[in-house]
């Protein structure tokens, strides 16, 4: 596998390989790398001749206060992990590198899309995903690039701005790797003591409860919602900062359920902030 931390090294490369034909798939990250990373990179292998992955914990989507400082971080092993799974190139550039003194372009998808669900709770973080994103496909010239359903927002804005923006690639959704217990794979879960990484559980819980009422014939989207916020209180560490349901395709809001939906939720653990969604179609 090679290694690349400067923007020219990586373009030329994978430059040079377009040229020669060969597709492009790449699989961009923060690091600290598990299954789910991995899930991503084993996809893009499949329908890609070349997997570039992309490894920088992006300053600009993280808020004031937020987990950037601490964010994990273990390049070493995760170069590893990636040679190990077969990727072709790793990227990992440094803030200076994507961000020199004087940076001021900046990518955003405005609308409801944006404003609910981490739109809300993270004001700019999107707008910190879209533009690193798009550097990374300017970068990396992809044909396909990999992202986890468990970002399902993250996913959908950035389908939004592919399409609207004409980026000329294809956007691949890869479903959310769960631990054996259920809790989605996430870097974030090494900040869990073990007592809320056992409360944690709840999340996927909660999903399936409002799965099978779905099923069972509910359709009032409100009460799927308290179905969800009961079922996360019966953990006391658990803080809800939203648990919703919203249209899959535009997150318009739902108040009867038709089609397909997403419920999502984020939800503290402590100073831990977990995501999770479940997709449910009617
Ligand atoms: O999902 C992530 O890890 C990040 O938001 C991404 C897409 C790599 C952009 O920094």
């Given at each position: 596998m090679r290694t690349f931390n400067t923007i020219n090294e990586t373009q030329t490369w994978c430059r040079d390989h377009k040229r020669q034909g060969k597709s492009i798939g790449i699989?961009?990250?923060m690091g600290y790398l598990h299954a789910g990373h991995l899930s991503l990179v084993k996809e893009s292998r499949s329908q890609c001749e070349i997997t570039v992955v992309?490894?920088?914990?992006?300053?600009?989507q993280f808020g004031v206060g937020e987990d950037f400082e601490d964010y994990p971080r273990d390049l070493h092993k995760d170069s590893r992990l990636l040679d190990e799974a077969g990727a072709d190139a790793l990227f990992a550039p440094s803030i200076r590198e994507m961000y020199p003194p004087g940076y001021n372009s900046y990518v955003e998808v405005s609308g409801e899309i944006t404003e609910?669900?981490?739109?809300?709770?993270?004001?700019?973080?999107?707008?910190?995903?879209t533009t690193v994103v798009s550097k990374l496909f300017n970068i990396c010239v992809p044909d396909m690039a990999f992202f986890g359903q468990k970002d399902a927002q993250q996913a959908m804005v950035i389908e939004k701005m592919v399409r609207e923006l004409n980026f000329p690639l294809q956007i691949v959704?890869?479903?959310?790797?769960?631990e054996a217990d259920g809790l989605a794979m996430s870097s974030r879960n090494v900040y869990l003591n073990p007592e809320q990484r056992r409360q944690a559980l709840v999340l996927n819980q909660s999903l399936q409860k409002a799965r099978e009422a779905i099923a069972g014939g509910e359709r009032n989207a409100g009460r799927v919602k308290d179905l969800l916020c009961h079922t996360i209180s019966t953990s006391p560490e658990a803080k809800i900062e939203y648990a919703e349901i919203y249209?899959?395709?535009?997150?318009?809001?739902v108040q009867e359920i038709d089609g397909s939906v997403l419920v999502?939720?984020?939800v503290r653990f402590g100073t831990t902030r977990l995501i999770d969604n479940l997709i449910v179609e009617v």
């Open positions: 699989v961009p990250t992309s490894i920088f914990v992006n300053p600009i609910k669900l981490c739109g809300r709770s993270r004001p700019g973080h999107f707008r910190g995903v959704r890869v479903p959310i790797v769960r249209d899959a395709a535009s997150l318009a809001d999502a939720m984020a």
